[in-house]
């Protein structure tokens, strides 16, 4: 169904009184944007798939042997058995377009019709399972045993998906806001000021805005901003209290890119550069991301590909940032007598290697570290990532994904489960709710600002 | 000229002319694309470190064995089996031997030099092979996660894989009978089809495999994921 002509506001208002934030349920979804044929849309998706092959996709599409043990990695499959939700079969329309239009046998493919051309219908039926059904946590990835990166793929199939317009109603509508407004959320530089300045006199803590200089640029996630304020107020707390001049930026604090998480690559980019020139503005020496999962992999492994050259700072998530300081002595935190589990966020371990810090900063924290099974690598995804949680006709997936997560969790018995990504823990929140369970995740950050001892008279 | 003659001369040159030229074709072709420098800045800096995967994913992780433990085994199967009656049977060993003699002008020493497997061991191999393909062809046809992800390409190159060893077999048991020279033909007649279907479908993995897994495992090193 084409998009109804009324204002952007009427047709996408956003929900931000639950315990996850979204655009509020669509009374009618659109699911299809823009008024384009489906010629005109197999057409750009074509276009698109074609420009992202390259060496390593071409690698990854001809290296695949059909074995299906990508299936047993994810938890879309693991909590439902279905089998259209092989990580691999997601990607079908986009290797069908490979083999046909592209590969080294394309020519013969295209000749004898061996292989179908796509269809809109096609590409229609598999957004469920290229968007609502796939975090891109990228578990698959560690069992293929071609070792075909899947998650990266489905990333590249979501640019297609995106120049085709078929991009699930909601995950496109907050896309086109923080496009639109610089937030997914709401969260505009207004909005983001008033925010800081209230938190500032609540919490009696200086959170500096726009300085002209600084070495430390600090950012934040938009679910941050609109839902976990504390997160804001804990950033300030530990940058504060180690004596670094720092400052958050109006023309640069969103980390959130759901450019990334729709398979806008110019929205991506526009979000990526807003960033890296906020930085450059004020001489920053380091970006510090919020705990957020994909704002990490957005900026620290995409940004400078993104920019074209080297970023002239360096970019390191909160978590790694924490560590740091763990490490060098000058973060002093009070012991914490908890039993704790980690929840790995998928984008800043697994997929971002950034695995070790947050358990250094629990270990200097001396709580009990419980770890789950799996964990680290292979721990499970919350099931909210990748745009997920946003999309509200995934609800009922995504909790059967959630309950594999509490079953987890729950056999560590640990007493605070916590975690490094705002979105993994509104999913938690929302799963939390859904279910009545008795835990509550944590904030990693937020509970390093609750430790810090007292600087010394 | 036999069918016999055809098969082991100009079919067999004809089978390994576009063996040749067809896998040079898609791996060169793949090997030609862009692949963009990444500007990101390196966690850890021997990223090469990460080839190490080529070796590790030959085996699946702690935490995912016992889910894909029967195409694990299947597979490894059928595929020791292969190769070890392919490179190792004394007939096949004779053969190598003599092509290896044509271009390099060197004589090799079989039985001395070249390893080979008593003939009941070859049999053997080649029955548990068959058996463990025809397992796999089961579970291909009846797990549901299998079925669906299967194309033509599964299923004809699962055939043209247990042709050579079934034909085979048949020649090995019918050595002196009258039949003898027909079925070497055939047998020689799949080795060939073999060779011309295997860089076209997903035969071409046993390429792939290496440099899939070493492109990820660079990758992966390179920002400190987990391999």
């Known amino acids: ?457 | 000229m036999t069918l016999l003659d055809f098969a082991r001369g100009p079919g067999l040159l004809f089978a390994l002319a576009f063996f040749v030229v067809l896998t040079g074709w898609r791996l060169i072709g793949i090997a030609l694309l862009r692949s963009n420098r990444d500007l990101s800045e390196p966690r850890n800096k021997a990223a090469w470190k990460g080839l190490r995967l080529i070796a590790l994913r030959s085996w699946p992780r702690r935490e995912f064995l016992g889910g894909s433990a029967f195409s694990e085994i299947t597979g490894y199967t059928f595929h020791v089996g292969l190769l070890a009656v392919l490179f190792f049977y004394v007939p096949h060993t004779k053969l190598f031997a003599e092509v290896l003699d044509g271009l390099t002008g060197a004589s090799l020493r079989i039985g001395g030099g070249w390893p080979t497997l008593p003939a009941g061991v070859a049999t053997t191999l080649t029955v548990i092979s068959l058996a463990a393909l025809l397992a796999a062809l089961v579970h291909r046809l009846v797990n549901p996660v299998k079925r669906l992800i299967s194309n033509f390409d599964d299923y004809f190159s699962w055939l043209m894989t247990a042709a050579p060893l079934a034909t085979g077999l048949m020649a090995h048991i019918y050595v002196g009978s009258s039949h003898e020279k027909s079925l070497l033909a055939v047998h020689l007649l799949t080795v060939n089809a073999l060779l011309m279907w295997f860089p076209c479908g997903k035969l071409m993995h046993a390429f792939m495999l290496f440099a899939a897994r070493g492109t990820t495992g660079v990758l992966f090193e390179r920002k400190g994921a987990a391999i």
């Open chain 1, 1 to 457: 169904m084409n998009a109804p002509i009324t204002p952007r506001e009427e047709q996408h208002p956003l929900e931000l009184d639950r315990p996850r934030v979204s655009v509020r349920v669509p009374i009618v979804r659109v699911d299809k944007q823009g008024t384009l044929s489906d010629r005109e849309r197999v057409e750009r998706a074509m276009r698109s798939f074609v420009a992202d092959f390259g060496r390593t996709s071409a690698i990854y599409l001809e290296s695949c042997i059909h074995c299906g043990m990508c299936a047993e990695a994810c938890h879309f499959y693991e909590v439902t058995q279905d089998p259209e939700y092989t990580p691999i079969w997601k990607l079908e329309p986009f290797k069908q377009a490979y083999k046909r239009e592209f590969g080294p046998l394309a020519p013969v493919f295209r000749a004898l019709n061996l292989k179908a051309a796509v269809t809109a219908g096609q590409l229609e039926q598999w957004q469920h399972l290229i968007y609502d059904s796939c975090t891109v946590c990228g578990r698959c990835s560690l069992i293929c045993p071609m070792g075909i990166d899947i998650a990266g793929l489905i990333s590249q199939a979501r640019h297609g998906m995106f120049q085709a317009g078929l991009v699930p109603h909601e995950l496109w509508a907050v896309a086109e806001r923080a496009a639109r407004e610089g937030s997914p959320l709401g969260a505009t530089p207004a909005v983001f000021k008033d925010r800081l300045e209230w938190l500032a006199d609540d919490h009696e803590v200086e959170i500096p805005l726009d300085k002209p200089h600084a070495d430390v640029l600090c950012t934040m996630s938009s679910i941050e901003i609109m839902k976990y304020p504390e997160s804001v107020v804990a950033t300030a707390k530990v940058m504060n209290h180690l004596g670094l001049v720092w400052t958050f930026r109006s023309d640069g604090y969103e980390a959130t890119n759901f450019g990334l998480l729709s398979g806008n690559t110019a929205w991506q980019k526009q979000l990526t550069l807003k960033l890296i020139e906020a930085a450059i503005a004020c001489g920053a020496k380091l970006l510090v991301l919020p705990e957020c999962g994909h704002a990490y992999g957005a900026l620290r492994w995409m940004g400078a590909n993104l920019y074209g050259k080297p970023l002239p700072f360096r970019v390191v998530h909160i978590s790694e940032f924490l560590a740091e300081h763990v490490r060098d002595g000058s973060l002093k935190l009070r012991k914490l007598a908890k039993s704790v589990t980690f929840h790995d966020p998928c984008q800043v371990s697994r997929r971002g290697g950034a695995t070790e810090a947050p358990r250094e900063v629990l270990q200097a924290l001396g709580v009990e570290l419980r770890e789950m099974y799996p964990t680290k690598g292979t721990n499970w995804c919350c099931g909210g990532g990748g745009g997920v949680v946003a999309i509200h006709r995934a609800d009922a997936l995504r909790h059967k994904v959630f309950e594999l997560k509490m079953k987890q969790i729950d056999a560590t018995e640990a007493e605070l489960p916590v975690t490094s990504c705002a979105n993994c823990r509104q999913t938690f929140d929302d799963g939390q709710a859904h279910f009545h369970w008795h835990k509550t995740m944590h904030s990693l950050l937020e509970l390093v600002a609750d430790q810090l001892a007292e600087p010394a008279p």
